[in-house]
């Protein structure tokens, strides 16, 4: 039976690392599109953070060659982005065995999302195997830094999931800790903004994705459908 994996890889040089670093109130998400030959073409959706902090941070990043927003709505924008670097030139100094990196791509494994954090990738995958997983675990061990979170059989019964990221769950807990929710309210969107240093406007907007997220994980699916 095949395994579901969470887990954060620790490289700096992996493809966005730096722009993550540079806008860390900005959730990225990156699709890597491999029929570009050496370069895969990235497709990235950011939610929150600064628009122009993030594409400055693109212009300013050194794996980045060009990149073109193709779609917005409200604080969640999509990018395509072309790299400046093939995969082996960027990552070729920081990995001591790159044909084993190659042999990556060719694992039982299916990684169906990936997070760019500060200083790495977060990633979720399905495996074939146990043995799929610990070669590609063992990998990353080895050359750079891995931390699981989470590996389950496929299928096996998991405690209920929320569903919200880490930072609507710190939003969360910051607003709620501090008063936010009270009535009377004893804190204000900008005293959340100030203790998670990031905009009023990005509070409220991760605060409301969490909202949604909450409603629609939980009450929402025990709604009856409305009336034709």
Known sequence: MGLVAEFDIYCEALPLAGVA?????ATLTLDLQFNHGGRPLFLVTVHDGSRTACETAFTAAYDVGEWTLVGHAGDTRRYQVFPALSLEEQLGEHLD?????EALATADAIIERI????????QTGWFADRDAFS?????????AGFQLHRLTQEGESEPPGDGLTDRQHEALRIAYERG?????????LEDVAEELEITPSSVSERLRRAQTQLIEETVATMWPPLPN
């Open 180 to 188: 936010y929710f009270d009535i009377p309210r004893q804190a204000s």
């Open 115 to 122: 997070e760019v954090i500060p200083g790495g990738w977060r």
């Open 135 to 143: 070669r590609f675990s063992s990998f990353w061990q080895q050359n």
């Open 97 to 101: 065995d790159l044909e084993g990196l």
């Open 21 to 25: 670093s540079d806008v860390p109130d």
